[in-house]
């Protein structure tokens, strides 16, 4: 196994907590790469997908709770820096009665789209959200998301072990 999987395998579950945790300020393609290579590497036998999931949930969990406080931290900045650009308060009301109508759900399908998830959480705080409603909606995403990630790499990896196996298989000695 190349020294980067064996690694991987080894570490999994912090690298995945530290990066979602820190999301916000990191690239959101690897996180989705880390993700399939870590069900990759589960699915050989070297690493445990349950602790990556785990993981997975619960740092996603910790950074979209960052994401969401900042936005609410930065709700009087963000009203500031609008008010130039709105005309009338007619299209902040209606985009307020949107995101009731619709935030939610894009909250959880945000997670499927790289680099909408923290903006949604900013959102979801500037709009003042309530934090229970936002936290069981993120963990529902979260989910969600880490388990397709995870399967999709298990999936990926069984042409790779169906491979060795053939191959040790053929190359075995016979009794």
């Given at each position: 196994?190349?020294?980067?999987?064996?690694?991987?395998?080894?570490?999994?579950?912090?690298?995945?907590?530290?990066?979602l945790?820190?999301?916000?300020?990191?690239?959101?393609?690897?996180?989705?790469?880390?993700?399939?290579?870590?069900?990759?590497?589960?699915?050989?036998?070297?690493?445990?997908?349950?602790?990556?999931?785990?993981?997975?949930?619960?740092?996603?969990?910790?950074?979209?709770?960052?994401?969401?406080?900042v936005?609410?931290?930065?709700?009087?900045?963000?009203?500031?820096?609008?008010?130039?650009l709105?005309?009338?308060?007619?299209?902040?009301?209606?985009?307020?009665?949107?995101?009731?109508?619709?935030?939610?759900?894009?909250?959880?399908?945000?997670?499927?789209?790289?680099?909408?998830?923290?903006?949604?959480?900013?959102?979801?705080?500037?709009?003042?959200?309530?934090?229970?409603?936002?936290?069981?909606?993120?963990?529902?995403?979260?989910?969600?998301?880490?388990?397709?990630?995870?399967?999709?790499?298990?999936?990926?990896?069984?042409?790779?072990?169906?491979?060795?196996?053939?191959?040790?298989?053929l190359?075995?000695?016979?009794?």
């Amino acid at each position: 196994m190349p020294v980067t999987l064996a690694w991987l395998s080894q570490h999994a579950a912090v690298v995945i907590f530290v990066n979602l945790s820190l999301g916000l300020l990191g690239l959101p393609a690897l996180t989705e790469a880390l993700l399939v290579m870590t069900g990759a590497v589960a699915a050989q036998g070297d690493g445990s997908a349950w602790s990556a999931f785990a993981a997975a949930v619960s740092g996603s969990a910790v950074g979209m709770t960052i994401s969401f406080h900042v936005g609410r931290a930065a709700t009087p900045l963000l009203h500031r820096l609008a008010a130039p650009l709105r005309r009338s308060g007619r299209r902040t009301t209606r985009a307020l009665a949107w995101w009731r109508r619709l935030g939610p759900w894009s909250i959880v399908l945000a997670y499927f789209t790289p680099g909408l998830r923290h903006a949604t959480a900013i959102v979801a705080g500037s709009t003042c959200m309530e934090r229970k409603q936002f936290v069981a909606l993120a963990v529902c995403g979260a989910c969600a998301w880490s388990a397709l990630l995870l399967w999709s790499g298990g999936i990926a990896a069984r042409p790779a072990r169906a491979q060795a196996a053939s191959h040790v298989a053929l190359t075995s000695p016979v009794d």
